[in-house]
């Protein structure tokens, strides 16, 4: 009986101790090990396969090479064809002759200009370069390089102007598939070729000048002139018959053209720039494979790089030449601030037909010469 009751009491003891340590931190009961797995049941759906990455496609390459026109009114051995034809020879080197142009200045090619953005946007002529008022007709934003006396103050009017315009000229080109490879001025400041003195308002009454702008047709009779519309080509004619008394014209254009051999005066009543694009079709452009467009694009950058320097920043260089060759004549400030007072009203008309998006680009203009905006 004590043995049973001995062994009871030992048991209720240790029942006891494995109570009191399951209560004491880090004396709980150790977890079961698992036993060996049993049979593997069977398998689940394997996971997909990561799909492979296809090699990238190879560039598309010309089969052929290709025979491009290149057309430019402007006289051989004038700066901005020289700095053309290096364009023209960069293009042929970097595509190995891929794309071959061959460039016709002088207007080789027989196209007049208003005529070369047509045939440019027709696919019948690769690139062209044209003066953008000759294309601008009633389009008010294409006109708007041209709104007179915009950039007179100085030289360097244009060099900010320009860029503030740019974009806003391209969107219109674009809207006939042409693509600008250069916009900006096609020379300095122009001045009037006369050949009378003619450094007064009430010099300009009773004349006959060549207009090459749709502004020039609009602002010339307000000063009692005849606007005559003809082509840069048949001007040198028109003022040695006395078809036409003067034309407006940046320097070079003037030597170039030879304009002083018919014009004994050169009056500085400094209008804006002419404007010039040099533009081929879009969607050709945009057909080429992209290592094409590329090069085609960084040689525009470089050719409108050499082409500002040559046409627009060497301007004062050329009317210095040009003082060899003819009379210059000052005009007063009194009588710039009649013209102005006179002409700027056109800009007012301007804008009743270029609206909101006119107003826009002739205060991006004016914001990045330093002026106020306009309205």
């Not at 595509?95 to 016709?104: A, G, P, V």
């Not at 609009?218 to 840069?232: A, D, N």
Request: with cysteine; glycine share 8%.
């Amino acid at each position: 009986m004590k043995s049973k009751k001995l062994l009871k009491l030992l048991g209720a003891i240790v029942l006891a101790a494995v109570i009191a340590m399951a209560f004491v931190p880090g004396c709980a009961a150790p977890e079961p090990v698992p036993g060996p797995a049993g049979p593997a049941g069977p398998a689940g759906p394997a996971a997909p396969a990561p799909a492979p990455v296809p090699a990238p496609a190879p560039e598309p390459e010309l089969t052929e090479p290709l025979r491009w026109r290149m057309h430019t009114h402007t006289s051989i051995g004038a700066p901005e064809v020289i700095e053309m034809q290096r364009f023209c020879a960069n293009i042929i080197r970097d595509t190995n002759s891929m794309i071959d142009i061959t460039f016709y200045p002088a207007s080789a090619l027989g196209y007049k200009g208003e005529e070369v953005a047509d045939v440019v946007e027709a696919g019948l002529l690769e690139i062209g370069e044209l003066c953008l008022a000759w294309i601008a007709g009633g389009n008010p934003i294409l006109n708007l390089p041209h709104l007179p006396f915009l950039m007179s103050e100085n030289q360097q009017m244009a060099l900010k102007a320009y860029p503030a315009m740019e974009p806003y000229i391209k969107a219109e080109l674009g809207k006939r598939d042409l693509a600008v490879l250069y916009f900006g001025p096609g020379g300095g400041l122009s001045y009037l070729c006369s050949k009378e003195p003619c450094t007064t308002v009430a010099d300009w009454d009773g004349k006959k000048f060549r207009a090459w702008s749709e502004a020039q047709n609009k602002w010339f009779p307000w000063l009692g002139t005849t606007p005559v519309s003809m082509s840069s080509g048949e001007q040198y004619l028109a003022l040695s018959t006395g078809a036409i008394e003067g034309v407006i014209q940046g320097p070079g254009s003037a030597i170039d053209r030879k304009v002083y051999e018919v014009c004994s005066y050169y009056n500085l009543w400094g209008e804006a720039p002419s404007c010039y694009v040099i533009v081929m079709q879009k969607s050709r452009l945009e057909a080429l494979p992209q290592k094409y467009q590329d090069i085609i694009w960084e040689r525009a950058d470089e050719l409108t790089e050499r082409l500002w320097q040559a046409s627009y920043l060497d301007a004062p260089l050329r009317l210095e030449e040009l003082r060899k060759l003819c009379t210059v004549l000052d005009v007063s400030p009194e009588e710039m601030a009649k013209m102005r007072a006179i002409v700027i009203p056109y800009w007012d008309e301007w804008l009743e037909a270029a609206g909101p998006q006119g107003l826009e680009a002739l205060n991006a203009a004016m914001v990045a010469m330093g002026y106020e905006e306009y309205r």
